[in-house]
């Protein structure tokens, strides 16, 4: 069985550098998403206007 001592969330001053990466790694996907999709969106509302 695992000890349960262990499974204690690390303070911040000690995440481990993968789990740093991964979140930065996240965000910066996240970002590029939205960027993408307010692209996509104002190209939507371009064509409307000329055909509208």
Do not use: F, I, W, Y
């Amino acid at each position: 069985m695992a000890d349960p001592t262990n499974s204690a969330p690390k303070p911040a001053s000690e995440k481990d550098p993968r789990a740093e990466r991964l979140a930065a790694a996240l965000r910066e996907n996240l970002r590029r998403r939205k960027a993408q999709a307010r692209a996509k969106e104002q190209v939507r509302n371009d064509v409307n206007k000329e055909s509208g």
